[in-house]
């Protein structure tokens, strides 16, 4: 029994050792044959895309052996090239019926290659395989439910909004911070889907909505938003919903934000400092005058907040720095801290500026 | 006399069978987190050509970063540490440097190097601190940088929460001024946060020995091993016991240690907590166990910590006996201090698998392993000097039963290399970061050695660090020589400091007088919304 464990011992230590070399070899074996593929493949590839009217016919002249490596060297090029080299490439794996294998690769029984075959029609962008994304949306598996999301935000089909704000609250959910990115990636045809939202009866969603509207820059739903900053019954999206009036800077909701940082009960603190942030960025004489009483308020986060604001305003909040600064308030420490933000950050912006080469002028 | 020496030698033979028992135990634990790792690092492998990382980096949702470096006297490798980090691949992050009262010309350096003015900032977090923050500075030209500078408190966990006080963003990622982050290294330990936002708390990176790497320009580009076989050794351990041992713990939902060199939380949880315990030596694996105590205390069970195996920190391992030893001692006696501190949670249910199964296994094989293993040794030179004994006496009852012998040198030994091995071919298989034969065949002696010497006597400095703690002796850090990281350059040269860099010439400009100096606000926190704040606030 005792020489036999020895043996088995002697002999795992051996396969193990026998294993590392032999995958060391291949490994060593296959990247040189994948280099020469690659070296024959990619300038074939690029002499065809590197040209006015992109055309890829030599392509058809590729060996079968190599043509796995094309097809991957081309998914990968997808990613990094836009316009008609882009639409080339796409119509290139249309024709080749590597689209439709990856449409078929969607309802594998391995969640690896499913997760594959969403990132691929993500990238080739071809509107018709968007119902083959959005059933991955409720797979089993997060990283395949993952992955669909962010291919639906590259498919930029608008009518999917609906669909990636469903998976905030759906049983089979899809991480917040991962559907944002895909709203992002939709572009402004995700504003309507986004501002019909607002309405929604879940906090997540209503908060995601906000703070991609505020990202998109979405003017046309301050109305809306200002509705959500005054009375959504969630601190949170109260608060998403001043950080989305303050990127939009509409100047009209100066107002409703001069209300949500106002010290009332109704307006927790987090409410209060996001629409001082906000107003910082909207402007105008009420936010400034709103800002002076906020940045000597007793709660060190809301004096901050008001201090931010201010310093983002410009030049009449500058003002209002120095004054405080110079005062013997609550607020000076902080004034004078952002008064020398204000003034690093010109000063660096002078030395950027004064690196770059000038344009020469040549006379006429 | 004789009847004494052969009561001696049959106590002795029956307590090898428990020591055989406890190698036993302990290697099929460690077997089983390698398989664990194995099968974890399969699935993060395949899941790479999706992972999306280029998303992470391009989304404008992805929360900031803090990092937070303490650095007591780090003039050799500071420059060289902070220029590496600011080229982090990482959209929104800045650096918190906490100068810990720094002898030499570590601020001096600084000051050079990132063009330094005194500002009057106020720490937006409460954690109390055990000595005072003197001033606070940033860089002129707008480098994101923080220097703190603060009073010396012998207190590594002291410094680090003085950076959390400074830190503005959502997350903080503590790392040792010594280290060298893979450039990708943020964006992958912030994934899990972005994928799983409302469960992951925390994330871990793996730690590698950079002794014998080449670096250029603060970026490992070439991993080697090292000359000496004490840091060779180190390699084969992290690879096992970091690498393997944490992914396996981590794949089972049952993490305890985040490495201190590089280990990222939520900003708000480490607030609410209080920082890191200022008075212990292990106040990295402290954070953790208190992080699983206080969410179960919450009733939360969906909570994750999660070791990310791929990005990498690299940090210089000791090279000397001395230094190394002085290391394990101050790890074991940190271990017994979190171990001791949280020991409510030791076999209780309420705590989960940490509570049932890994600070038992903590206890009964890390830190109590060692007094297993030196009585084992000292059990087998017993039984040897018994043996040596009855030959020169012809006593035969005290013949060494050599099936026994050879047994337990198959489950001590010969297990032991079995398991060093598996990390080197889960390794290969995987990650496959040493590149040449040369390299392997050293890894491969370095197994051997790690399991016959140097197992042994790292198992009586870890027992000497359990002594230092029963006994409470002064817990200091200790010096650890530094030799950097990069070939040999001209040293920076240090700048004289005067008075502060005036800030009244800046302030001038708009009309304002001289600053107040910074001085501690009152404690305040900040409201959490408990979501992740967009990174670029309106």
């Not at chain 1, 200002?226 to 107002?255: N, T, W, Y």
């Not at chain 2, 790792?37 to 980096?57: I, K, S, T």
């Not at chain 2, 309420?350 to 206890?363: A, D, E, N, Q, T």
């Not at chain 2, 000292?378 to 026994?404: C, E, M, P």
Request: aromatic content about 6%; overall charge neutral; proline content about 6%.
């Amino acid at each position: 029994m005792l020489q036999l464990t020895t043996l088995a011992l002697a002999g795992v230590l051996v396969i193990m050792g026998c294993a590392i070399s032999a995958r060391r070899l291949w490994r060593a074996s296959s990247t040189r044959v994948e280099e020469r593929r690659q070296g024959r493949l990619r300038p074939l590839v690029m002499a065809c895309i590197s040209v006015d009217e992109p055309d890829l016919r030599p392509l058809e002249r590729v060996l079968p052996a190599d043509v796995p490596t094309l097809e991957a060297l081309i998914w990968h090029l997808l990613t990094k090239v836009r316009g008609a080299v882009r639409m080339a490439l796409v119509e290139w794996l249309i024709e080749c019926g590597a689209v439709e294998r990856a449409r078929a690769r969607t309802h594998s029984r391995d969640p690896v290659r499913r997760a594959i075959a969403a990132e691929r029609l993500g990238d080739a962008g071809v509107l018709e395989t968007s119902a083959d994304t959005t059933r991955l949306l409720d797979d089993r598996y997060a990283d395949v439910r993952i992955v669909a999301a962010r291919a639906l935000g590259k498919l930029g089909n608008g009518a999917a909004v609906p669909d990636l704000l469903a998976t905030l609250e759906s049983p089979r959910p899809v991480p917040a911070g991962i559907v944002s990115m895909a709203l992002v990636h939709l572009g402004p045809v995700a504003v309507d889907g986004l501002a019909h939202s607002l309405g929604s009866r879940s906090a997540v969603v209503r908060g995601v909505c906000a703070d991609l509207l505020g990202l998109h820059g979405a003017l046309q739903a301050a109305k809306w938003l200002s509705l959500l900053v005054e009375h959504d019954p969630d601190p949170d999206v109260r608060a998403r919903s001043a950080v989305a009036l303050g990127r939009i800077g509409f100047p009209q909701s100066a107002e409703v934000l001069r209300r949500a940082c106002a010290a009332l009960p109704s307006n927790p603190i987090a409410v209060r400092c996001a629409s001082l942030r906000a107003l910082g960025r909207v402007g105008g004489g009420p936010a400034v005058a709103a800002l002076q009483v906020a940045i000597d308020d007793v709660d060190d986060d809301i004096g901050q907040a008001a201090a931010e604001g201010l310093a983002a305003i410009g030049a009449p909040g500058v003002r209002v720095l120095t004054m405080v600064g110079l005062a013997e308030g609550v607020g000076r420490e902080r004034a004078q801290d952002w008064l020398i933000r204000v003034s690093l950050e010109n000063d660096s912006r002078q030395r950027r500026a004064a690196r770059r080469p000038r344009p020469r002028v040549v006379a006429p | 006399m004789s009847e004494a020496i052969a009561f001696a030698a049959w106590w002795l033979r029956h307590f090898e069978w428990f020591v055989l028992a406890y190698f036993l135990v302990l290697n099929s634990t460690y077997l089983v987190m390698t398989l664990l790792a194995a099968v974890d690092f399969g699935r993060y492998l395949r899941r790479q050509p999706f992972a999306g990382h280029a998303d992470v980096f391009a989304n404008p949702l992805t929360p900031g970063v803090s990092v937070i470096v303490p650095a007591y006297n780090e003039e050799v490798g500071i420059i060289d540490a902070v220029r590496a980090m600011l080229s982090l691949h990482f959209p929104l992050f800045e650096l918190v440097i906490v100068d810990d009262g720094s002898t030499d010309e570590t601020f001096a350096l600084l000051h050079g190097e990132l063009d330094l003015v005194e500002v009057p900032r106020r720490a937006t977090g409460d954690i109390v601190l055990l000595s005072e923050v003197k001033t606070v500075h940033v860089p002129r030209r707008g480098e994101p940088v923080v220097v703190v500078r603060k009073t010396n408190a012998q207190s590594r966990a002291d410094a680090l929460n003085a950076g959390i006080n400074f830190a503005q963003h959502h997350l903080i990622c503590m790392v040792d001024a010594d280290s060298l982050l893979d450039p990708e290294a943020l964006l992958r330990v912030v994934k899990p946060f972005v994928d799983d936002p409302t469960r992951v708390v925390a994330t871990g990176g793996v730690v590698r020995p950079a002794n014998g790497c080449r670096v250029e320009q603060g970026e490992i580009v070439e991993v080697g091993m090292p000359k000496g076989w004490l840091a060779r050794i180190q390699v084969v351990e992290y690879l096992r016991s970091f690498l393997l041992g944490r992914t396996g713990w981590s794949s089972v939902q049952s993490l305890l240690i985040i490495s201190g060199a590089f280990g990222m939380f939520r900003r708000d949880l480490v607030l609410e907590l209080g920082g890191l315990e200022p008075h212990c030596l292990g106040e990295d694996a402290e954070l953790v166990a208190r992080v699983h105590r206080h969410l179960r205390d919450q009733g939360r069970k969906d909570y994750r910590i999660v070791f990310v195996s791929e990005p990498v920190c690299w940090t210089e391992v000791p090279s000397t006996r001395q230094v190394l030893a002085r290391q394990r001692r101050r790890w074991s006696r940190g271990l017994a201090e979190v171990l001791w501190k949280h020991r409510v949670m030791m076999f209780n249910p309420r705590y989960g698998r940490i509570g049932l199964v890994v600070l038992p296994y903590y206890l009964f094989f890390e830190l109590l392993g060692p007094i297993v293993e030196v009585l084992g040794v000292l059990t087998v030179f017993g039984l040897l000097s018994i043996w040596a004994a009855g030959q020169l006496l012809g006593q035969d009852a005290w013949l060494i039963n050599t099936d026994f012998a050879v047994l337990f040198a198959l489950v001590a030994l010969g297990y032991g290399f079995l398991l060093s091995l598996a990390a080197l071919t889960v390794e290969e298989f995987s990650f496959h970061r040493m590149s040449s034969w040369r390299d392997l065949v050293i890894s491969f002696g370095a197994s051997v050695l790690e399991n016959v010497g140097y197992r042994q006597l790292h198992a009586w400095w870890r027992l000497k660090g359990l002594w230092w703690w029963l006994t409470q002796g002064d817990a200091a850090w200790g010096a650890m020589p530094r030799v950097g990281f990069a070939a040999p350059t001209p040293k920076p040269v240090a700048v004289a400091i005067g008075p502060p860099v005036p800030v009244a010439p800046l302030l001038a400009e708009v009309g304002v007088s001289a600053p107040v100096r910074n001085v501690p606000g009152p404690d305040r926190s900040i409201g959490a919304t408990g979501t992740m704040e967009p990174n670029a606030e309106g």
